[in-house]
């Protein structure tokens, strides 16, 4: 699990700085992987590494001292062991996809109560206004 303030930081920077990071492509975008080996080289600004970054006491690891190299792309690649990798993508789609999946679903949950509220307020003030006697307004869309 991440720590308090690894996690508050990955929730509220994602959408500005990762928004192109999804659960189908964590793994595979600024990662390159060669084939039959147990390692991968994962780009600097890459969430995985923000991870690491954030965690490096918890973990009890130094950044500093993982092999790093600049690739073709002129991109800084830090070389992370496949169970790092998988571990810290895993944590990543639980941490921040579940919590960014059940805040959109909390947000849509919100917006059907309150159009039920306000078809309901609507339909109490029509019931008391025909009561009255009197013509419920109805109001045109614009």
């Known amino acids: 699990m991440l720590d308090k303030r690894a996690s508050v930081y990955m929730q509220g920077e994602w959408q500005t ?38 965690n490096q006491t918890n973990l009890g690891m130094d950044l500093s001292k993982i092999n790093t190299e600049q690739k073709e792309d002129g991109k800084q690649y830090y070389k992370v062991s496949d169970q790092v990798m998988k571990e810290s993508c895993d ?11 059940e805040r959109q679903i909390n947000v849509a949950d919100e917006w059907r109560a309150i159009k039920c509220e306000l078809e309901w307020q609507k339909e109490c003030f029509r019931l008391l206004f025909t009561h009255m006697g009197v013509e419920f307004p109805e109001y045109k869309k614009q």
């Open 91 to 101: 944590l990543l789609k639980n941490e921040v996809f579940g919590i960014m999946q």
């Open 17 to 54: 700085q990762y928004s192109r990071f999804n659960r189908d492509n964590l793994e595979s975008l600024d990662v390159i992987k060669e084939q039959g080996s147990k390692y991968c080289f994962v780009e600097e600004t890459h969430p995985v590494m923000v991870l690491l970054q954030h």
